[in-house]
C-alpha cells in the first residue's frame, strides 16, 4: 500500500461525491431522517434529558437504508462503465483502489455525521451534557458507518447491478443489525446462553449501544475494525474474482 | 522489448486466447487485425495486467506482468477499448488525476498535461464534462491519457474508432511520431490504417495467429498480388480467342474476365502461377500479338483479400 497512491484516489473519489448531486441529497436526508428521529419519534423535548442518546440510538435504522445507497456504486458503477479497465491498468493495486473508495466514502459520512453539530450545539444549549458520552457516540456511530460501507463495498464489487447491490446489502447489514435485536435474541432463549452471546455479540447495536453510553471497550472498537478489515478483503477478493466479467 | 509467451485465456468452455507468442521491439508499430471476436482485445487485456492469463506469460524488458505488475504497468500506455473515462469530471480533472496518479507532481504535471492536450487536440473541451464529449472526443481523451506520461510501451484497442477523418490522420501522424522510440501496439479494423501506420502486422481469428508479416508481406499472400489487369480492344466474338491466347503465356495459371463486351474492351484479370511475376511475358505477347490495348497494370493485392481469404478458411 502506498500512501501517494491512496492518496491521490482518495481525493478523485471524495470529490466526485460532490460532482454529482449524490452528496447533497445525501447530507440533506441525513440531516432531515436524523432530525425526524430524534425529535418526532424519539421524543427528545418529552424526555428532558440534556443528552444526544435518542439521536444516536436511530443511528443504526439511518444506515441501514441510507449508506447502502452510497455504496452501491462504489464499485459496480465502475464495472458497468468499463472504467475499472483503466483504473486496474494504472500503476495501483486492487489493495490500494479498494482502501482509498472506502477512505472516500467513510470521510464523505463523517462530513454528513459532521454536519449534524447543530444538535450538539442544541443540547449544550438547553443543558449540561456530558461531552464525552457525546463525544463517544460520534466516535462509535462512525466506527458503525465504517463497518456498514465495508459491508456495501463487498457488494457492490459482486454485481454490475447497482439495485441488486443495494437491495443486498440492506439484506445482509439487517442481519448484522437484528442479531442483537431483543425480539431475535428472545427467540433463541431455549439455547444456552453462550449461543445467545455469540449471536448479539456479532450485532453492530450491542456493540455501539455500549460505546454511545459512553463507556468505550476497546474490544467493541476492534470489533469494527476488524469488521472492515474483513469486509474490504472480501473486496479485494471478489474484484479480482469478477473484474473481467 | 515486449514478450508474448504461449498465452492462453479461457472463459469457460471458450478458448478466446489460444495459445499466442510474438514479440515486438522498440520501433515497431504492430497492427492487430482479425474479426469481431478473435480475442484481440482479450489479448490486450492480458498485456497491459487486466486480465490474468490462463496460463502463459507477458513481459517487458524481462519484467513480468504478472509478478510484477506496478513496475510494467508505469511503463505501460494503455487506451481500453470504448475508452472508458470517469464521466462526471472534466477533461482537465481527469487527466489531472491521471498525471498524479502517475507521479507528476506541480510544474512538470502542468507541463506535461497541457503538452498533451496540444498534441491531441483537446483544447475546445478542456472544462466539459467527459459524458457531454462527442464520441471521437472522449476517444481523444482516453488518447491523451494513454501518452501522457510518455510511456516505452503503447497498447491501444481501436485508437481511430469514431474519430473524423482529419482527427485520424491526426492520430496516425502522432502515433508515427512516437514510434522510433516506443513499441506500439495497435487493433483496427481498417485496413488502410495498418498500411498508413504499422511496419507489422498480426492477423488474429479464433485466438490464434494466422499470419505475422509487414503489410506488403501479407499482400503478397493475396491471389491477387502481381496479377495483371488488361484491358484490350477486340470485338466480343474474338474472346475465346484471345482467352486462349493468354493462357497460353509462360507463367498464366488462369484468367478472369471482368466485364462485359460491348464497350468494345475485353477486360481480364491475368493470374500468373505462385510466386510468379508475368508482367514481362503478358508484355512481349501483347507486342506480338499487336493488340490494342486500352489498360494494363499490376495487381498488389489487397489486404483486405488476404484477410477475408485467411480469416474464413477459404
Ligand atoms: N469477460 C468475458 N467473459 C466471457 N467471454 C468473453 C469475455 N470477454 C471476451 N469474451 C469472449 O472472448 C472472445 C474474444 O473477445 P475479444 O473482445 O477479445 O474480441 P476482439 O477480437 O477484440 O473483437 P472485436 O473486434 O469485436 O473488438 C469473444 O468471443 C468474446 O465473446
Ligand atoms: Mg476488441
Known sequence: MRFSQISVLFKRELSSYFATPIAYVFIVIFLFLSGIFTFYLGNFFALGQADLSTFFTFHPWLYLFLIPALTMRLWAEERKSGSIELLLTLPVTIGEAVVSKFLAAWAFTAIALFLTFPMWITVNYLGEPDNAVIAAGYLGSLLMAGAFLAIGSSISALTKNQVIAFVITVVVCLVFILSGFPMVLDFFSWAPQIIVETISSFSFLTHFYSIIKGVIDLRDIIYFLSLIVFWLFCTAILIEMKKAD | ?314
Open chain 2, 1 to 314: 522489448m515486449v514478450n508474448i509467451k504461449n498465452l492462453y485465456k479461457e472463459f469457460g468452455s471458450l478458448m478466446a486466447v489460444d495459445d499466442i507468442s510474438f514479440q515486438v521491439n522498440q520501433g515497431e508499430v504492430l497492427g492487430f487485425l482479425g474479426p469481431n471476436g478473435a480475442g484481440k482485445s482479450t489479448t490486450m487485456k492480458m498485456i497491459t495486467g487486466f486480465l490474468t492469463p490462463t496460463s502463459g506469460s507477458v513481459s517487458i524488458d524481462g519484467d513480468d506482468i504478472v509478478n510484477d505488475p506496478i513496475k510494467v504497468k508505469q511503463r505501460l500506455g494503455y487506451l481500453p477499448e470504448g475508452a472508458p473515462a470517469y464521466p462526471d469530471m472534466t477533461t482537465m480533472a481527469f487527466l489531472d488525476f491521471i498525471a498524479q496518479i502517475r507521479g507528476f507532481k506541480g510544474r512538470d504535471k502542468s507541463r506535461r498535461i497541457d503538452d498533451t492536450i496540444q498534441r491531441i487536440n483537446l483544447d475546445k473541451v478542456v472544462y466539459q464534462s467527459i459524458d457531454t464529449l462527442s464520441k471521437g472526443f472522449k476517444r481523444r481523451v482516453g488518447l491523451a491519457q494513454a501518452i501522457l506520461h510518455d510511456p516505452d510501451v503503447l497498447i491501444l484497442d481501436e485508437p481511430t474508432d469514431g474519430l473524423d477523418p482529419n482527427q485520424k490522420h491526426e492520430v496516425r501522424n502522432l502515433i508515427q511520431n512516437m514510434a522510433k522510440e516506443k513499441v506500439i501496439i495497435l487493433s483496427t479494423h481498417i485496413l488502410e490504417e495498418v498500411h498508413a501506420v504499422c511496419n507489422r502486422a498480426i492477423i488474429i481469428a479464433n485466438g490464434k495467429i494466422v499470419a505475422d508479416g509487414t503489410p506488403t508481406e501479407l499482400e503478397a499472400k493475396s491471389d491477387n498480388h502481381n496479377s495483371i489487369t488488361i484491358s484490350v480492344r477486340a470485338a466480343a466474338d474474338q474472346a475465346s480467342e484471345l482467352r486462349k491466347s493468354l493462357l497460353a503465356v509462360s507463367g498464366v495459371y488462369k484468367l478472369e474476365a471482368l466485364s462485359a463486351a460491348d464497350s468494345g474492351l475485353l477486360t481480364y484479370q491475368v493470374f500468373p502461377e505462385a510466386n510468379r511475376s508475368i508482367i514481362a511475358e503478358i508484355s512481349q505477347h501483347i507486342h506480338q500479338q499487336n493488340w490494342e490495348v486500352e489498360e494494363m497494370f499490376v495487381n498488389k493485392g489487397r489486404l483486405d483479400d488476404v484477410f477475408r481469404t485467411i480469416t474464413t478458411g477459404v
